[in-house]
């Protein structure tokens, strides 16, 4: 390791290159090589100067480095520590090419994974970065990492704030509207993050057409984000009586509760349950008089 650190210290380009490259190697494979290159002296510094280099190979080899340390959960903290997160906050605001956009949003992943690091992340304004990325590259090959960064950052309570007042919910409403339903997914899992608070709910109460778009969630995505969908709307129906009318004049969402409540999983089906229950209590008299068709369980 020491052989290779001092070829990234060397002032050729190519130097840094080949070490960089053999280091990238190296540290994918093994936690031990992960925990020799931590303990190298400086070299964490060095690596992350060179992330920051004009080259976009060697920004990259670097970036892949730096994750590959990241793995390994006791260097986390040191990781965020060594003041890398200004740094990827501005390679995730403008790449040098995609895969390091890719690679400095899946490092910051990899660090918010750690409880300890979220907070830092919200002061250094990293939560306002991801979601400016997001609403500019949301159909980039980065906008899946991005969403798994958001995820982590959000399950902070005070990054959810952030979020949701740097408007992260018509962001994520945008990509829900998209064709990758993988993302499309993603961001609905994101939302039922937000719906736990009362800001999150009411702006997600905001966006127009949102409701039909969680009734569409219900049958579409992973199991996950069916559960959100149904999470949030459990929410949204408490919030208002107008969304539960608008989901009721959908002919399908009898149907969609129905499916979900026998093949759903165990929370999913929980949920489903509930729903269906909100549109028994419901004043029915007021759906007729619109013309609504009642499930078929009443």
Same mark, same amino acid.
């Given at each position: 390791?020491?052989?290779? @650190?001092?070829?990234?210290?060397?002032?050729?380009?190519?130097?840094?290159?080949?070490? =960089?490259?053999?280091?990238?190697?190296?540290?994918?494979?093994?936690?031990?090589?992960?925990?020799?290159?931590?303990?190298?002296?400086?070299?964490?510094?060095?690596?992350?100067?060179?992330?920051?280099?004009?080259?976009? *190979?060697?920004?990259? %080899?670097?970036?892949?480095?730096?994750?590959?340390?990241?793995?390994?959960?006791?260097?986390?903290?040191?990781?965020?520590?060594?003041?890398?997160?200004?740094?990827?906050? !501005?390679?995730?605001?403008?790449?040098?090419?995609?895969?390091?956009?890719? %690679?400095?949003?899946? =490092?910051?992943?990899? %660090? $918010? @994974?750690?409880?300890?690091?979220?907070?830092?992340?919200?002061?250094?304004?990293?939560?306002?970065?991801?979601?400016? /990325?997001?609403?500019?590259?949301?159909?980039?090959?980065? $906008?899946?990492?991005?969403?798994?960064?958001?995820?982590?950052?959000?399950?902070?309570?005070?990054?959810?704030?952030?979020?949701?007042?740097?408007?992260?919910?018509?962001?994520?409403?945008?990509?829900?509207?998209?064709? /990758?339903?993988? &993302?499309?997914? !993603?961001?609905? $899992?994101?939302?039922? %993050?937000?719906?736990?608070?009362?800001?999150?709910?009411?702006?997600?109460?905001?966006?127009?057409?949102?409701?039909?778009?969680?009734?569409?969630?219900?049958?579409?995505?992973?199991?996950? !984000?069916?559960? !959100?969908?149904?999470?949030?709307?459990?929410?949204?129906?408490?919030?208002?009586?107008?969304? &539960?009318?608008?989901?009721?004049?959908?002919?399908?969402?009898?149907?969609? =509760?129905?499916?979900?409540?026998?093949?759903?999983?165990?929370?999913?089906?929980?949920?489903?349950?509930?729903?269906?229950?909100? &549109?028994?209590? $419901?004043? *029915?008299?007021?759906?007729?008089?619109?013309?609504?068709?009642?499930?078929?369980?009443?």
């Amino acid at each position: 390791m020491a052989e290779w @650190m001092s070829q990234v210290q060397s002032d050729s380009p190519e130097a840094h290159n080949d070490a =960089l490259q053999a280091l990238s190697s190296l540290t994918k494979v093994s936690t031990h090589n992960r925990n020799l290159l931590a303990q190298t002296q400086d070299a964490i510094p060095h690596i992350l100067a060179l992330s920051q280099s004009p080259s976009t *190979l060697t920004q990259t %080899l670097s970036l892949s480095v730096l994750f590959n340390l990241s793995l390994n959960p006791n260097l986390k903290q040191s990781l965020v520590e060594a003041n890398i997160i200004h740094h990827l906050n !501005s390679i995730i605001l403008s790449p040098s090419s995609p895969q390091a956009g890719k %690679l400095a949003a899946s =490092l910051l992943c990899s %660090l $918010a @994974m750690l409880d300890k690091n979220k907070a830092p992340f919200g002061v250094a304004g990293t939560v306002e970065v991801v979601i400016q /990325a997001l609403k500019s590259h949301s159909n980039s090959s980065a $906008a899946h990492h991005l969403l798994s960064s958001l995820s982590e950052l959000v399950q902070f309570h005070g990054n959810c704030t952030l979020a949701i007042r740097a408007g992260a919910v018509p962001a994520l409403v945008q990509i829900m509207e998209g064709p /990758a339903r993988d &993302l499309a997914g !993603s961001s609905l $899992a994101i939302l039922g %993050l937000m719906a736990r608070f009362e800001e999150g709910i009411q702006a997600i109460r905001a966006v127009d057409g949102v409701v039909g778009l969680l009734v569409d969630g219900l049958t579409s995505g992973c199991m996950v !984000s069916r559960e !959100s969908a149904a999470e949030i709307l459990i929410k949204l129906f408490a919030a208002s009586d107008e969304c &539960l009318r608008e989901a009721a004049r959908k002919h399908e969402f009898s149907s969609l =509760l129905a499916d979900l409540s026998i093949r759903g999983s165990d929370k999913a089906r929980q949920k489903a349950g509930v729903l269906m229950q909100i &549109l028994m209590e $419901a004043n *029915l008299d007021c759906f007729v008089q619109e013309g609504v068709s009642m499930p078929p369980w009443f």
